[in-house]
């Protein structure tokens, strides 16, 4: 038995749509109303699903972030662990900008961040030095989390006017002290790489020593320093190909930082049976659908547009068969109500396993955070 039920169904098709939990024998819900959600029943939504998401409020990101390099990384993130891009049409894919590295790094994560660069490129003394300078404000990073990995990813265009052949050196320091003159800043390499100038994509630089660093005294959080060498010297790192303030949006450098929390690895819970609909009248799973984008959080939330929550109905009653994922308790509490049901109630119909979502949202700040939550769809119900 199923009952599709959305936020958009709600607001359309003058009806009140049951919203529910996964914990407790009974689902909460909405008043009865005339057509539509309330404006105070919409605000009392969006705050409890806010403080699921571990939001103090709602973000407001600035206009037009969307088209930077950032998200669309972040997305091919997220479909790669979305539950919703491997059903059909939705074919799993591996995207360019994510490499098998990004991939082992987003197994182990609970949380991943990009953060885009604050300095302004258009400086004259930059220009002259032929350099260009990064900074990343990572004080939005939530408390708790410990830094798994950590890169700096900058975009590199196919150079036509230069031979195939040459190569150069891209070089990455850390900022050690804020300059002692207007001409030298005391350095440290953090990563290099030599580059051909016919080489086209995203070059990929480690920073998870400096990031946790950044974390642990954000007051030595001074930036980075870029430099590109040829056999010739210091060369401007746009004739090189490289992409560092002017160009396009969606090839902007960003720092993305993986995450983990400081407790028990978020795991998927999988059924080791298939679903099972029986009767109506049967304790069992049935349709519900959350949608973000009906609560008019489409500006902030990059995807998904919603989730199937799913939520348990249906009587435990007498007998309880093998189907029904009952307790023992449960079966021992169906026989005692069988005989009295003056004594003790009917068992409760109840989520017995659930998995995670993620979600991929902006922040305040235009930073990107996927996330993954876990126990927020029904996996499988029982009788309790």
């Not at 991939?103 to 930059?126: C, E, H, P």
Request: glycine fraction near 6%.
């Amino acid at each position: 038995h199923k009952q599709s039920v959305s936020f958009q169904s709600h607001l359309n098709a003058n009806s009140c749509a049951p919203i529910t939990g996964v914990s407790g024998c009974s689902s909460a819900v909405a008043p009865s109303c005339p057509g539509r959600l309330r404006s105070q029943e919409r605000r009392d939504i969006q705050r409890e699903i806010l403080s699921i998401l571990g939001l103090p409020h709602r973000p407001r990101p600035y206009l037009g972030s969307k088209q930077s390099a950032a998200p669309v990384f972040m997305l091919d993130l997220y479909n790669i662990i979305s539950t919703d891009a491997q059903l059909p049409g939705y074919p799993y894919y591996r995207a360019p900008m994510v490499t098998p590295m990004d991939s082992r790094f987003l197994d182990d994560a609970d949380t991943v961040m990009s953060f885009t660069n604050l300095v302004d490129q258009d400086r004259d003394l930059l220009v002259r030095q032929q350099a260009r300078e990064f900074r990343f404000d990572l004080s939005r990073i939530p408390e708790g989390e410990a830094i798994t990995a950590a890169e700096l990813r900058i975009c590199k265009d196919f150079i036509h006017e230069h031979n195939d052949n040459e190569t150069f050196r891209v070089l990455v320091y850390q900022i050690l002290q804020k300059p002692l003159n207007k001409l030298f800043s005391p350095l440290m390499l953090l990563g290099q790489r030599t580059v051909w100038a016919s080489e086209d994509g995203w070059l990929v630089f480690d920073l998870t020593t400096a990031s946790n660093l950044w974390l642990v005294k954000p007051e030595q959080n001074l930036g980075l320093h870029l430099l590109v060498e040829d056999s010739h010297g210091s060369r401007s790192p746009e004739l090189s190909g490289l992409v560092t303030g002017s160009g396009p949006r969606n090839k902007q450098p960003f720092l993305v930082v993986f995450f983990k929390a400081n407790e028990v690895r978020l795991r998927s819970i999988r059924s080791d049976e298939p679903r099972r609909d029986e009767g109506s009248g049967v304790c069992s799973r049935r349709e519900l659908y959350v949608s973000f984008k009906d609560l008019g959080w489409q500006d902030w939330i990059i995807a998904p547009e919603g989730y199937s929550a799913y939520y348990c109905e249906g009587e435990c009653a007498f007998p309880l068969n093998s189907y029904m994922n009952a307790t023992n308790h449960a079966i021992v509490q169906t026989l005692v109500h069988f005989i009295n049901p003056d004594l003790v109630p009917k068992p409760c119909c109840a989520p017995t396993q659930l998995h995670g979502i993620s979600v991929l949202y902006f922040d305040d700040s235009s930073n990107v955070i996927l996330k993954k939550y876990r126990n927020m769809v029904v996996r499988a119900c029982g009788c309790h």
